[in-house]
């Protein structure tokens, strides 16, 4: 059965520009939820989806965004990039309200 | 709200040494627990849970106990192997496994 996959692995952005990230859940899970870690703030939930429909979110700014597609892939945007968003995205699925699964994760480095 | 303390790392043993890695946590209700590892380059990989007070989770010689009265979830392992080595993090879920409140991480380093 294959796990949770993230693309890209890695990605290099400037300052200002926008990125989307790419998860797709292991088969028959609904439930995406995507979380950033950096070492200084460590790991912290950004939303869940479940169903197309964010069910929960954690403290980000607005230019955290996500979606859910009818296949439960999911993805998350991050616009006008700042230095700080670098970090290691990670993205875990789950059937409804079950242990969640994490992928491998998006190295996101912003100069 | 809820959080978890785990202790600062790291934690540098030696081949077959006994590890434990402490875990404390705040919530309310009745939240479940879970330890995950995370090695260099990598995602996090569920080691084990407990979901209700004294559950036992258990995993390739890892446990960890659900104690209630002291709000702990401590992690330990009889004998550890240089493939230990990794990062491991508490983590809480309350009301659904989809939101989970991670510790710092604690990294451990074994030497053979």
């Known amino acids: 059965k294959a796990g949770v996959t993230q693309t890209p692995r890695y990605l290099i952005k400037t300052r200002g520009q926008q990125v989307t990230l790419s998860c797709s859940p292991i088969?028959?899970?609904?439930?995406v939820s995507w979380y950033q870690q950096t070492p200084g703030q460590g790991l912290q939930f950004l939303f869940e989806?479940?169903?197309?429909?964010?069910?929960n979110k954690g403290n980000f700014p607005g230019r955290f965004s996500g979606r859910q597609f009818s296949n439960s892939r999911s993805e998350m945007n991050v616009s006008t990039l700042e230095l700080g968003d670098s970090a290691l995205y990670l993205c875990?699925?789950?059937?409804?309200?079950?242990?969640?699964?994490f992928g491998q994760g998006t190295r996101l480095t912003v100069v | 709200g809820n959080s978890v303390t785990q202790m600062e790392g790291p934690v540098t043993l030696s081949e077959e040494a006994f590890l434990t890695i402490n875990c404390t946590y705040t919530a309310t209700g009745y939240p479940s627990l879970f330890w995950y590892v995370q090695y260099p380059g990598e995602g996090l990989q569920l080691l084990l849970k407990?979901?209700?007070?004294?559950d036992k989770g258990s995993n390739k010689g890892f446990e960890a106990t659900y104690r209630k009265e002291t709000t702990s979830f401590h992690l330990e392992k009889g004998s550890v192997q240089v493939s230990d080595s990794a990062v491991y993090f508490c983590a809480l879920s309350g009301g659904g496994y989809s939101t989970l409140t991670f510790g710092k991480g604690t990294m451990l380093l074994v030497s053979p």
């Open positions: 088969s028959g899970h609904r439930s």
């Open positions: 989806y479940f169903s197309e429909t964010q069910r």
């Open positions: 407990a979901t209700k007070a004294d």
């Open positions: 875990a699925s789950s059937r409804d309200r079950d242990v969640a699964f």
